[in-house]
């Protein structure tokens, strides 16, 4: 039981990293991404594929998955920014399709279908750590880590310049906002930041495969995000406590049929979405009245 | 004011046979015009003559079908709204576009924070920013409402933010897009105030307005568009004293 806590609480950390990274573009910049998955499997396989093959020490392999992350993600920042919100939505979604069948095919790196196996423990200057009781607090600080990072940042005036953008994208451009350069450093950001989340989730699981970033996750993620409440700073952690939560609170009411528990999850989840949207579309964190969303001109 | 060209080095905004078309309408046609430093410039006009247009067009949030543009003395073509900002051309606009869901006070901040790259500001540049984000309160009298929503402003106040945003900042040429329309007396005597002070200070002004007790006790200079064309460019008696004008002007308003 406690080792469950344990497992679940490391889930949840990790996961709320993913949700706080999605709401920095999400939420202050009105960049709505479906590829979140594929930056947080970037980093996986990459800080995966470096501790393999050249060392575990985290000194390298955060580095390396976040290198990695930020400069992939101009792949996707580059092209779809310099359009309208709704093409960059369709990009993300194409992009992580695209990285699905990559992740699954590329052997001599991801390992393909079956992935990879036998991933180091995190090494901290020679220290491994493994033990989940060990392992929380390094989520935990690095959650605080990019709580305190992505709090700064949208305190300054590349925050203030993020939420112009995200209100009026014609008037920030108007008092002289490079709003295609603005957009991509902020996407950049985002995704070396969930990499580390990537980096953290595969030393700790020391087994990834595609399965963890398909779209289903992104979705997960952006769910966690809306639920909790958009451009809010509790609210992705809400969000990414509930939904992790909400699957083995159900697994416990004993009286549902077991074998049902997908579907019924399914449909609580649709249905709790919702009804959240209806009664608190900013979410459960988020003000009530949330205006122009995803932004006017 | 006379309508002899002064020299040169006096016009901010040199404007030559600018076209703009949507679809089969003229928007702007084959307008030239010279916006000289210092003074306020006025452009009336019935409703889509073209005004927004030619402001679009200076700012580059709409590419022009031909003609030039030059900023003294240097062409400005292909510029970008951003580059136009940076350039010291400001403008408000028509239907505002605020920062809906930032403060009041955020609103103005970040329109003199133009920066690409996360930065992070020294204890004097703060200061500095600050000094001038009270000034544009002070003047805009929405001191008091530094830190409500943008969205819940009362409609001069929001009127007048976009005032503030322009007004912190240190831009040489401000195109102000029907700034004063539907405001109170009391508002209309505090927007001009602003204006005169500015004015005075340096700052190059180019107005739509439709209001002609405003547009008299403001304008140094009218410019008259209808359909895209510019029918008058001169000092303000001899465009308001001339009848044919007066005809298109009431005649489409009423
Ligand atoms: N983006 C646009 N697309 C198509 N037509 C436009 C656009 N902007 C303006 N127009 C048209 O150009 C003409 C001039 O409009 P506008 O410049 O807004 O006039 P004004 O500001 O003087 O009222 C109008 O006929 C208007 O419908
Ligand atoms: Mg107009």
């Known amino acids: 039981m406690e080792a469950y806590l344990l497992n679940l609480a490391i889930l949840i950390s990790i996961y709320s990293i993913l949700a706080v990274t999605l709401n920095f573009i999400m939420g202050y910049a009105g960049i709505y991404s479906l590829a979140h998955a594929v930056f947080f499997g970037i980093g996986a396989y990459a800080s995966s594929y470096t501790a393999l093959n050249f060392s575990a020490s985290i000194f390298i392999t955060l580095p390396v998955a976040m290198a990695i992350g930020a400069a992939l993600s101009l792949v996707l920042a580059l092209p779809a920014l310099r359009v309208r919100g709704e093409y960059f939505v369709a990009a993300s979604l194409g992009l992580q399709v695209l990285a699905v069948t990559i992740f699954s095919e590329w052997k001599g790196v991801t390992g393909g279908i079956g992935g990879l196996i036998g991933i180091p423990p995190v090494n901290i200057a020679g220290l491994e750590i493994y033990k989940p009781g060990e392992f929380i607090f390094l989520t935990v600080v690095t959650l605080i880590v990019v709580l305190v990072v992505i709090n700064r940042l949208v305190h300054s005036s590349f925050g203030r310049s993020l939420q112009a953008i995200r209100d009026s994208e014609s008037a920030a451009a108007a008092f002289g906002k490079n709003v295609p350069l603005i957009k991509t450093i902020s996407v950049v950001i985002s995704a070396a930041l969930t990499a580390v989340a990537g980096a953290l989730y595969a030393s700790y699981l020391a087994f990834i495969n595609v399965e963890s970033f398909m779209l289903d996750t992104s979705v997960l993620i952006m769910a966690m995000v809306i639920i909790g409440g958009t451009g809010t700073q509790a609210g992705p952690i809400v969000g990414a406590a509930l939904l992790l939560l909400l699957p083995s609170v159900i697994s416990y009411l004993d009286f549902l049929p077991q074998t049902e528990i997908g579907s019924i999850q399914q449909i609580i989840y649709g249905l709790g979405m919702a009804l959240l949207m209806i009664y608190r579309p900013g979410g459960i964190i988020g003000r009530k009245k949330v205006t122009s969303a995803g932004g006017s001109k | ?254």
């Open chain 2, 1 to 254: 004011m006379t309508d002899t060209h002064t020299s040169s080095s006096d016009v901010l905004l040199e404007i030559r046979g600018l076209n703009k078309s949507f679809g089969g309408v003229k928007a702007v046609d084959e307008v030239s015009m010279d916006l000289r430093a210092g003074i306020v410039t006025t452009l009336v006009g019935p409703n889509g003559a073209g005004k927004t247009t030619f402001f679009n067009l200076i700012t580059g949030e709409l590419t022009k079908d031909t003609g030039s543009i030059r900023w003294l003395g240097q062409k400005i073509d292909r510029i970008k709204p951003y580059q136009a900002a940076r350039k010291g051309i400001l403008r408000t606009f028509q239907d505002l576009r605020l920062f809906n869901d930032m403060t009041v006070e955020e609103n103005i901040l970040t329109s003199i924070e133009p920066m690409s790259f996360p930065t992070f500001r020294t204890r004097a540049q703060r200061a500095e920013q600050q000094e001038r984000v009270e000034y544009a309160l002070e003047r805009t009298g929405l001191a008091d409402k530094r830190h409500t929503l943008a969205n819940d402003l009362a409609y001069a106040e929001r009127k007048f933010l976009s005032m503030a945003r322009i007004l912190a900042t240190d831009a040489r040429l401000w195109l102000l897009d029907e700034p004063a329309s539907g405001l109170d007396p009391q508002s209309y005597d505090r927007f001009l105030d602003i204006l005169r002070v500015e004015v005075k200070k340096g700052v190059t002004v180019c107005i739509i307005e439709h209001n002609l007790d405003i547009v008299i006790s403001i304008s140094d200079r009218i410019a008259f568009l209808d359909r895209g064309r510019l029918l008058a460019d001169g000092d303000p008696e001899t465009v308001l004293n001339d009848p044919e004008l007066t005809a298109i002007y009431f005649g489409e308003r009423a």
